[in-house]
Each structure stands twice: as structure tokens, then as C-alpha cells.
């Protein structure tokens, strides 16, 4: 809704406003007063013409989504406009004509009034159409009356120090310490924080940690060293984490544990993201933890309410990290034929137990690891499935055309999947895609539903996560030849996380629903909202 | 609560008898603070909020009505009594605090003085779950000439040797040289999972370390186990490597002592038993490993960990030496900005204070005195034309005229006559040197002290 506010309207506008910052209705004599207000300007505006009148229906649009919040309910008598439907406000200034002009003007034939109407609504869309894109910066007055804006997360909003100022005094609040970025930037990516692993968080914080429960202070530690890696191994982590904070909470006195618990895990949360940037998959954990937290009937005491919610997180892991691996592998190894030869790239924990399940049920294939710097997360991927007894061949990425050649099926895993199709995983992964359809190889993507994030992303530099730049640093034999990049100053350390791939180089995405191609993803977030 | 501060104070300083034979160790002034306020200043700047102070009845006495003895801590401390000539070691005094404990514990000896970052020691432990976790330095040679010694130093010391893994945090080998008969012996369970290991032997032990709740329910069914440094990290660390602690089941072991282990080993297992299949799925998932190059998983398994984060700068002084003690009274004075002479100190102004040379609260110094590199306690009188350099008075020591002290020691309520000439020395506690006495390179006690063997 484009609210244009115009210089007209500023007393009535902010009467209205204030009334309903005030949260009270207005009272009779301001209701008359608006009225009366409102006459003497249509009287006015009828000798400038129609289009003045549709600018003058203006400030009444802004109140009408107001008149949805429940203090107003009694103020659409005075503003005619303000159905409980949250109208256009192209539709809006039409209906509200009809109601003043019958108080004001009742000898007016109806024909009369449906052509002023029609004439006041194409004024009103023409002007709308010009003073589109000049009120498309104005916001509407207070943003409570604009439902619809979205803020910007702040971790992409580094090199904004509004964003950072308000993130300190948050933090602060929250008695968190706040973690201080590390080293020159790249400028592409200087919207994002990039921090050390030598300067821990836990250096602030007191030793016996008071403020912060002792199993979030290991898993914050887990998280930024690196111990704890893997979207699924993250979720499982701070779930449990969460039910150790539950196990050891008790409700103050006059509070209800359902808004209480969810208050205290807010710093805890803010932490985690300090220590490391949270991925989709916690994202979607905490929203349900949040969400069975507060729909504890008050009535429950305290015993029950806390098995109730261990028993809650159990059952989500057990459904969404186990029991999916078990649905995915089965829809996967259906894929898998005998003599196959796989390309899997980096350590996907899923991806692994597929490509042992498949083993065990004696498919005969053979693996291809691709592996790449700095984390070289390969290796282990290997270990662990030669330890199964599958015959693996490891190259690093820059080895991925000559051996494409042999592959005959891709299998990528993913850290989310984006609600407009693209796949978002390790950095590497994109090129994965690209060089196996190029070959056309069939990339297979294995994703669990409770991955599936409703942000939209087309590149790879809006949101990401810089990693600590002085992983990229080599030594062999005995040279660091990096060991001073600091001093360089044009001289900038990228270490990227994450990277998202098209759904064009994607054939298929196997979840624990089925297969489903890479553009279907909203569909399953809309089945998952009105599940919920 | 996540951590519970142990402070060992009820040792008797046996290395360094002739300055505790009057005064505890806890309580020897160092820079004019007792040696006990270095390690709570420490626990009190990282945050903590109360510690268990283990000591005996003299140093709870002195404590509480000494007022030379200051401890301005904020911190609650919990004082807790042990007997003095019960020969207790540091194992049997957590046995005895058994019930005060209820969270995993840092336990610290009285006589460290350091600046370390205590984080890295309790990160190590944290993110690990790890059951034990400590710090050593780099040992620093001595420079000070200690007094009293003749001849060359002995290097007397038993050396201990630590075996590190690659990364240099995991602790995979300790032992002193004084339990090893022929040589050193390496099992080849770590050798197998560790090839590489570094040993080191230049590192001083800070005897600081974490120990996990059930190490301590541990020590209260293995009575045979009284010291921590001596006896109980050196088995944990071995613990490491040996079966019974990989297998989660039940071991039918006919052994006495290894049916204890056993039992402890279950009841970590127990305790962790709720929350270990989350634990378990969590480490499946996720794609790290400690080590590279063998088909284990992390940790290779192993439930029992041991790391140590080794100090490369930084202070980290053990006192329980008299070269110790010197070596620190240079030190200790960097690890707190107080001035360095006190502002109740009476200071003439014909007198020469070196730079660092520290002045104790309620002192006398008169005219034409030099004071360098020396630090001189509470309540001391020195009269006129006396030369203090690199030494350490005491509290309450009167100095008469035309001294000079040299390199020495003067422990509390000594008299150091007119005239006297004092190289070297260490006087003992309320000794009097008699006017023109020429002293060098000796121990000066009184004969009730020499009767002590």
C-alpha cells in the first residue's frame, strides 16, 4: 500500500496518529471535530476538482490499516473508509466517499454519485501511478502502520553503523559481549562480519558463566572452533543444548513459564549468533521451540510442561534428522544403480549415510570425493566411507573436468533450500552443478524438509558467512608465505562458507516427501504452513 | 553453576623452610601482598564469586585477626580447616570437601602467581568435555642470585617430561623423572592412535587445573590416590589410553582396584546417559575430527580426555622456592598498578627510591637511604644512610644506621644493627644482627629453627 502523505492532511494525520499511538478511541467531541473538518474541506475541494479530491482521500488511506489494530475498532464511524478489510488504497478513497456524501451532500442523485465515484477512483489511480515511485522512499508515517515492511537481517548489514549501534545495545542489554570483526574485507563482502577464531567469545565473559547457561557457552565454543560442523549436526547440537537449559530451568515467581522460557532463550540465541552465524536449519529448530514454548497451557505445572517439551524435541529430531535420512536414503537408493560411479563433494552428512545405506544393501558403485580448501572436509567424508568398505577415489576440485568425464550421477547435500529454488550449500557446490551439466551428469540435491527456508536469494554475496581469513594460510616446509598479509594493505583474505546454486543445474531434489524438482520448494513450505 | 574455585592453602612451603618456619606460606608477603592474594586476585578478575579456600587453622587465624594480612578480595570465601600435621596431600583435601562439590571444579595452589588468560585453560575444557584440563609454562631460568647458597645451583630438580599431541593441546604423557627407573616407556596403544608426539621437559607445571564432578567422586572411592600433581593427573592421563575406558560395557575385570576404575568409568556413563544419544548423533553428524590419517572416529573413540594449554609469554611463577620467591618479588609487582610507594609510608625527601622498588603502607624512611630493586613490607623503619639494593625486607624490620643490604632476605621483625654489612643472606624471622656485622652468602636462624630436620 503506496501512502503518499500529503500536506493536507498533517493535523488530521497526526490526530489520528496520535490517537492511535494513544491506543484510546476518539472521544465524541474529536469525532464531531473530524467531521466537521472533513465537510468544510470536501467543500472547499469541490470547486479544485476530482483529482484534488482523490489526494485529499489520501490521509484517510493511511488510517485504514490501522483500523485493523483492535483499539480503533470504534473509530470507523468517523472514518468510513476503514472496513476491517485492509483495502487497496486505490479502493479505498471510492469507499469512503460514499458514506460523507449522503451526511453531507444527500441530495445528490445516485447516478451523480457512482460517476463522481468512477471519476475519483481513475483520478486517484492516475495519480498513484505518478507519485508511485516518488512515495516508494517515503514510508509511512510510523512503521506500525505498514505491516508489510520487512527488515533487513543484521548480519548483512556489517558496514551500517545504524545496524551495528542498535545490534551493541541489544547485545548489551542481553549482557552478551559483542565479538569484534577481524582483519580487512573484501569490499564485496564487507556487509559481513568476519571474525577470528583466536578471539573467542568466552574471553569476555566470566569464567563461571553466570548469564549465559553452561551448555550454550560449549556449544557457542563447539560452534566457532569448528568441533561442531554440519547443518544437521548444528540442529541436533543446539537442540540439545536447549533441553539441557530446559531440564535446568525454573519459572521465577509470578511469571508463566511459556513467555518466561522463551525470554531467557533470547540471549542464548543472540550468543550462538555471535559465536557463529545461525544456519536456516537452527533458524527453523528455534521457531519450533519457540513455538511449542509458548503454546504450554498455563495450566500445566512445571514437571509436566518441561517433559512435555523434552519429549517435543526428541520427537522433532527423531522425525525430521532421523526418520528423514531413513525416508531419503530409501527414495535415493532407488536411484543408485549397480555400476554407478558417484560424484559426492565435501562431507554432506546425509549424503554419506545414503551412499552407506545403498552400500550395505549391496549396490555396487563406487565413490568420487571432491574435496577443497581451506577445510578440506573431504577427507573425513572419505574416512568414513572407506571404513564402510567402498572403493573411493579423492581429487580436489580443480581436478572436477578431468574426472567428470567417468561420473554418472551427482549427489550434492545442501545446507538450505531457498524458497525460489536455489540450492544453498558449501562454497564449491555451484560449481559442482555448473561443470556436471555441462557434462550433463545428473546432480541429485538430498535436503530434509525442516531445511527448507522461505528467504529468496539469486547470488551468492547478499548473505553468506566469511569464515576466519587466516584458515587460508598454508605452511610448508616451514615458509608461511602469507604469514603478513595484514601489512599488505590492498592484500584481502576471502574465505567464503556458503554459495547457492541455481535450480537450472539442479535435476533433482530428494527430500523425505519424495522427489520433487528444485522449483517446488514453496509448495512444500505452503504444505508445511498449513500443516502448522 | 558451571565451575567451583578450589584454592589449595594448607601446604607447608617444605622447599623453603627457613622463610616458613614463622610465617605460613600462604601468608608470605610477596610485593607486600600475601602470596595467597595473587591467586584469588586471578579467580576475582575472571569472574568468580566465591572459592574454597582449603587451609589449615593457623593461616584461618591469622586471616581473620592479622590486620597486616589483607585480603581485599569482593569474593565469598569459604574457608575450610584441615588439620596441620595430618600430611595431608592435595587429592585427600578435595576427598575431604567431597560434599561442597557439586559442579566441576578448578582447583589452584596458593603459591601461583601468573597472568595467564584463564579462558584458554577452561575453553579446552569446555569445548572438549574434556575430564581434565591444565596449564604449564615455559620455565624461565633464574637470574637473582639466591642467598645462601653455596656453590652452584644443583640441578636437583627432577625434570617431568609431557608428551603432547600435534596440536600441542592434548595432553597424551606425563611423568616425573623420578618414576621412571630406566628409561622412558610408551605404550603403544598411544602410539598406535598418536604416532606423532612432542615431549617436552622445560615446562613448569602451574598446578592449575579442571577437574570434572565425577574425578572427584572418583578420588572418594580410590582412597589410595593423596596427590593431584603427583599421583592423579598422571593417571588420568594414562586412563586415556587403556581399554576399559573406550568399551561402554561392563568389564568382568577380576582386578580390585580396576573394578573401582570400572565403577567410576559407569558412573560417567550414568550420568551422561540421558543426553548421550543426542551427544552421540551430534558427533556422527558432524564432519570434524581431532586427528587425520587413521580410519578412528574423533577422539578415537576415547571418553576420557586430557588436554593442557601450554603458556609460551606471560608470568607463571610457582613460589615454593626460595629462588621462586625471589624471582617473583621482581614480578609480582607488574600485575597490579598500586604506586609503588604506599601513601602512608613516611618518606624523607633526601632519599633515593629507585623506580621499582616498592614501599610498604606505614613505613619509615629517612634521610640519605638508596633503595633499589628491593621492596620493603609493612611498618619498616629505615634509619639514615642505608643502602637497600635488589633485596626484600619484611614487615616490621628495623634497619639502624649505616647499613648496607645487598641481595638478602629479612624476614619479618628482624633487627639489622648499626653499621651492619649483609651480602647475600637470608635472616631469618626476628633475628638480630648485631652493629658492624659483616655477613655473606649465609642463613642466619635461630637455633630453635635448626633443631628442625
Known amino acids: 500500500m503506496a501512502d503518499c502523505g500529503e500536506a493536507d492532511g498533517p493535523e488530521k494525520k497526526d490526530e489520528l496518529v496520535r490517537a492511535k499511538n494513544e491506543g484510546k478511541e476518539l472521544t465524541k467531541e474529536e469525532k464531531q471535530r473530524l467531521r466537521k473538518e472533513k465537510k468544510q474541506q470536501k467543500k472547499q475541494k469541490d470547486e479544485k476538482g476530482p483529482s484534488e479530491r482523490a489526494k485529499e482521500k489520501k490521509p484517510v488511506a493511511p488510517s485504514q490499516p490501522v483500523a485493523t489494530q483492535p483499539p480503533t475498532q470504534k473509530a470507523p464511524t468517523v472514518l468510513p473508509a476503514s472496513a476491517p478489510i485492509p483495502v487497496p488504497a486505490s479502493g479505498a478513497p471510492s469507499h469512503s466517499s460514499p458514506a460523507p456524501s449522503p451526511a453531507d451532500k444527500p441530495a445528490k442523485s445516485r447516478a451523480e454519485q457512482k460517476a463522481e465515484r468512477r471519476a475519483r477512483q481513475e483520478a486517484d489511480r492516475a495519480s498513484k501511478q505518478q507519485s508511485c515511485s516518488s512515495s516508494s522512499k517515503t514510508k509511512a508515517p510510523p512503521s506500525e502502520l505498514n505491516p508489510v515492511v520487512k527488515r533487513l537481517p543484521e548480519h548483512v548489514q556489517v ?28 569490499s564485496l563482502f564487507s556487509h559481513l562480519h568476519q571474525y577470528s577464531r583466536k578471539a573467542p567469545l568466552t574471553q569476555q565473559l566470566s569464567i563461571p558463566s553466570t548469564v549465559i547457561h553452561p551448555s550454550i557457552v560449549r556449544l557457542g565454543l563447539q560452534y566457532s572452533q569448528g568441533i561442531v560442523v554440519g547443518s544437521n549436526a548444528r540442529s541436533v547440537a543446539l537442540l540439545h543444548a536447549f533441553k539441557q537449559v530446559i531440564r535446568d530451568y525454573t519459572t521465577p515467581p509470578n511469571e508463566e513459564l511459556a513467555r518466561d522460557l522463551v525470554n531467557k532463550l533470547k540471549p542464548y540465541i543472540s550468543f550462538l549468533n555471535q559465536c557463529r552465524p545461525l544456519s536456516a536449519s537452527m533458524g527453523n529448530a528455534i521457531k519450533y521451540i519457540k513455538k511449542e514454548i509458548s503454546n504450554i497451557p498455563s495450566q500445566f505445572k512445571e514437571e509436566e510442561a518441561k517433559t512435555k517439551l523434552q519429549n517435543c524435541i526428541d520427537r522433532y529430531i527423531e522425525e525430521n534428522v532421523v526418520l528423514a535420512a531413513k525416508a531419503i536414503s530409501k527414495y535415493a537408493i532407488e536411484k543408485i544403480s549397480d555400476g554407478d560411479v558417484i560424484l559426492v563433494y565435501g562431507c554432506s552428512s546425509l549424503v554419506n549415510h545414503i551412499l552407506c545405506e545403498a552400500y550395505e544393501k549391496s549396490r555396487k558403485f563406487r565413490v568420487i570425493v571432491v574435496d577443497s580448501r581451506p577445510r578440506l572436509e573431504g577427507r573425513e567424508a ?43 550449500s558449501r562454497v564449491g557446490t555451484s560449481q559442482i552443478a555448473l561443470v556436471a551439466r555441462t557434462f550433463n551428469v545428473p546432480v541429485l540435491v538430498c ?55 541455481p535450480p537450472d543445474f539442479v535435476d533433482l531434489v530428494i527430500t523425505d516427501l519424495g522427489m520433487i524438482p528444485c522449483t517446488s520448494v514453496p509448495v512444500v513450505l505452503r504444505v508445511k504452513n498449513l500443516d502448522q | 553453576m558451571e565451575l567451583q574455585a578450589v584454592l589449595m592453602a594448607a601446604g607447608g612451603g617444605s622447599r623453603m623452610m627457613d622463610l616458613t618456619y614463622n610465617t605460613p606460606k600462604p601468608l608470605l608477603p610477596v610485593g607486600n601482598k600475601p602470596l595467597i592474594w595473587y591467586p584469588l586476585n586471578l579467580l576475582e578478575r575472571v569472574g568468580f ?76 575444557f569446555r569445548a572438549h568435555n574434556a575430564t581434565l584440563s591444565m596449564l604449564m609454562s615455559k620455565a624461565h631460568e633464574f637470574t637473582e642470585t639466591v642467598p645462601g647458597q653455596k656453590g652452584k645451583k644443583k640441578n636437583g630438580e627432577q625434570r617431568d617430561f609431557v608428551g603432547v599431541d600435534g596440536t600441542g593441546k592434548r595432553l597424551l604423557f606425563m611423568a616425573n623423572e623420578a618414576d621412571l627407573d630406566e628409561g622412558l616407556v610408551i605404550r603403544k596403544s598411544i602410539m598406535r592412535k598418536h604416532p606423532r608426539m612432542h615431549i617436552k621437559t622445560g615446562l613448569v607445571d602451574a598446578h592449575l587445573y579442571c577437574l570434572k564432578k565425577s574425578v572427584v567422586h572418583f578420588l572418594a572411592d580410590n582412597k589410595s590416590i593423596s596427590s593431584i600433581r603427583g599421583e592423579l593427573v598422571p593417571y588420568l592421563v594414562r586412563k586415556q589410553f587403556s581399554k576399559s575406558t573406550n568399551s561402554p560395557k561392563v568389564n568382568d575385570e577380576t582386578h580390585q582396584n580396576l573394578k573401582k576404575i570400572d565403577s567410576n568409568v559407569n558412573l560417567e556413563i550414568q550420568i551422561s546417559s540421558r543426553d548421550e544419544e543426542l551427544l552421540h548423533l551430534t558427533q556422527e553428524r558432524s564432519c570434524w575430527n581431532d586427528h587425520r590419517g587413521d580410519m578412528s572416529e574423533a577422539y578415537h573413540g576415547g571418553r576420557l580426555r586430557c588436554y593442557v594449554h601450554i603458556m ?25 598498578d598500586e604506586p609503588a610507594v604506599h601513601p602512608s609510608a613516611v618518606v624523607s625527601e633526601r632519599c633515593l627510591i629507585g623506580a621499582d622498588s616498592i614501599i610498604g603502607a606505614s613505613c619509615q624512611i629517612s634521610d640519605k637511604t638508596s633503595i633499589k630493586r628491593s621492596t620493603i613490607g609493612v611498618s619498616t623503619t629505615v634509619r639514615e644512610k642505608v643502602k637497600v639494593t635488589n633485596s626484600i625486607i619484611m614487615h616490621g624490620v628495623t634497619i639502624e644506621e649505616g647499613c648496607n643490604i ?26 638480630r644482627i648485631e652493629p658492624d656485622a659483616e655477613r655473606t652468602n649465609e642463613v642466619i636462624v635461630g637455633t630453635d629453627q635448626l633443631m628442625e630436620i
Open chain 1, 159 to 186: 558496514d551500517d553503523p545504524a545496524v551495528v549501534k542498535r545490534l551493541a545495545k541489544k547485545l548489551e542489554r542481553q549482557q552478551i559481549p559483542l565479538r569484534s570483526d577481524y582483519g580487512y574485507k573484501v
Open chain 1, 382 to 424: 572419505l574416512r568414513r566411507l572407506v571404513q564402510r568398505g567402498i572403493s573411493c577415489t579423492y581429487v580436489l576440485i580443480s581436478a572436477l573436468s578431468y574426472i567428470l568425464p567417468e561420473v554418472s550421477k551427482v549427489f550434492l547435500g545442501a545446507h538450505a533450500l531457498l524458497a525460489n529454488g536455489y540450492v544453498m
Open chain 1, 447 to 501: 535436503c530434509e524438509t525442516y531445511k527448507f527456508c522461505e528467504r529468496v536469494q539469486t547470488d551468492s554475496f547478499v548473505s553468506n558467512e566469511l569464515d576466519d581469513p587466516d584458515d587460508l594460510i598454508v605452511t610448508r616446509k616451514g615458509k608461511t608465505q602469507l604469514e603478513n598479509w595484514h601489512d599488505v594493505s590492498s592484500l584481502g583474505l576471502l574465505n567464503l562458507v556458503y554459495d547457492v546454486t
Open chain 2, 49 to 124: 564469586e566465591e572459592v574454597i579456600v582449603i587451609t589449615t587453622k593457623e593461616v584461618q587465624k591469622m586471616i581473620s585477626t592479622d590486620p597486616k594480612v589483607k585480603l581485599d578480595v569482593k569474593m565469598k570465601l569459604d574457608l575450610v580447616c584441615i588439620q596441620e600435621d595430618a600430611d595431608m596431600g592435595t587429592a585427600d583435601a578435595l576427598r575431604h570437601i567431597q560434599q561442597k562439590v557439586k559442579t566441576d571444579i578448578l582447583v589452584l595452589s596458593c603459591d601461583l602467581i601468573t597472568d595467564a588468560a584463564l579462558h584458554e585453560v577452561v575453553d579446552l
Open chain 2, 312 to 336: 609460551d609469554e606471560g608470568i607463571c611463577y610457582r613460589v615454593n622456592t626460595l629462588a621462586a620467591y625471589i624471582e617473583a618479588n621482581r614480578l609480582a609487582p607488574k600485575l597490579f
Open chain 2, 406 to 431: 645487598q641481595g638478602s632476605v629479612i624476614c619479618s621483625n628482624a633487627v639489622i644493627g648499626r653499621g651492619a654489612d649483609i651480602k647475600y643472606c637470608l635472616v631469618g624471622s626476628a633475628q
